[in-house]
């Protein structure tokens, strides 16, 4: 039976997750992930979107091709679905989830340090989170370009840990995708999952540390688990 990874002792540093944590993104790419692929002929549902949130292509196309043929052009597709999100947020604009810049500046205060591990490519990411306001108070932003594989392998959390110059046990991790969640917890990281589009499943529930129904709960549920 997999369990939980035991929250850090002391806590030296967080690490979140970017698209559906800091910014509410999710939305925006599942809806153009199914819009790009039926333009192009394929009857993409809502819930293969969903399956393929933070996951590297080497393991998304895979998947997407036995739900939706062989014939199924993950990249090309995919540069279609970045065309319609860039739309999306050129329309609508980025907005940070709650709770994100209070969790933050509170770490920040605490002298506790903080990372990105993100599946996003870094020009994004930095742009994105620098629109939003909350650069100036990360340490490192980490992407899936930097390491060999993306989530849900360990690969970004790993590094993350290894640019704060921190053991992954002394780390937490903020996630609200399945796979980012195991992304972290294969690195040895304690998980809070803070749920964006859906909720923990059972296999998901057992390795988790904490959940959260947002940012700025955070706060108290390490206050409460750092005791």
């Known amino acids: 039976m997999q369990k939980a990874n035991a929250f850090p002792h002391p ?60 014939n199924f052009d993950y990249f090309r597709v ?41 599946a996003t490519d870094e020009e994004r990411a930095t742009r994105y989170l620098s629109e939003i306001e909350v650069l100036p108070l990360l340490d490192k932003v980490v992407c899936a370009t930097m390491v060999e594989n993306g989530k849900p392998m360990p690969d970004v959390y790993l590094y993350a840990c290894k640019q704060l110059g921190e053991l992954p046990q002394n780390c937490l991790a903020l996630e609200d995708s399945p796979n980012g969640v195991l992304s972290a917890w294969r690195a040895g990281c304690a998980v809070v999952m803070v749920p964006d ?27 409460q688990m750092g005791r």
């Not at 199914?34 to 933070?54: P, T, V, W």
């Not at 604009?93 to 500046?105: N, Q, Y």
């Open 11 to 70: 806590l030296k540093a967080v690490i979140f997750d970017m698209d559906g944590l800091l910014i509410d993104t999710e939305k925006h790419l599942v809806r153009c992930w199914c819009q790009a692929a039926q333009e192009m002929g394929f009857d993409m549902q809502r819930e293969h979107a969903l399956h393929i949130r933070s996951l590297a292509g080497k393991y998304a196309a895979p998947y997407l091709k036995s739900e939706l043929g062989e």
């Open 78 to 118: 995919r540069e279609r679905r970045k065309e319609l999100v860039a739309q999306a947020l050129a329309e609508n604009g980025l907005e940070r989830k709650k709770g994100a810049l209070e969790l933050l500046k509170w770490l920040r205060e605490k002298g506790i340090r903080t990372a990105v591990a993100t």
């Open 197 to 223: 589009l859906t909720q923990p499943d059972e296999q998901i529930s057992s390795i988790l540390t904490g959940v959260a129904p947002d940012l700025s709960a955070v706060i108290g549920l390490i206050q």
